[in-house]
């Protein structure tokens, strides 16, 4: 299928990638990703939750959460029970 809608899909992709590309560069001067800084900030909006809500809020695998998580926890910027 060709057509315009190829064309807006490839440059929304783009577009995304360079924003992330922008948002890594600039997060990896204090130590996180940008899924981490999303993470963080969520929390800091929504408050305490558990890890199958975090992960059904991100719309992460909960493995994939937890090896996101453990940076975080390893430097004192998030703590669990």
Do not use: W
Not at 25 to 39: E, W
């Amino acid at each position: 299928m060709e057509g315009p809608f190829d064309d807006d899909c490839f440059a929304i992709r783009q577009a995304a990638r360079h924003v992330s590309q922008l948002y890594d560069r600039h997060l990896a001067n204090v130590g996180l990703t940008i899924t981490q800084f999303s993470l963080l900030g969520r929390l800091k909006r929504a408050g305490p939750m558990t890890m199958k809500q975090l992960a059904d809020t991100m719309r992460m695998q909960r493995t994939t959460l937890v090896r996101t998580i453990q940076p975080l926890r390893r430097n004192g910027l998030i703590a669990s029970e």
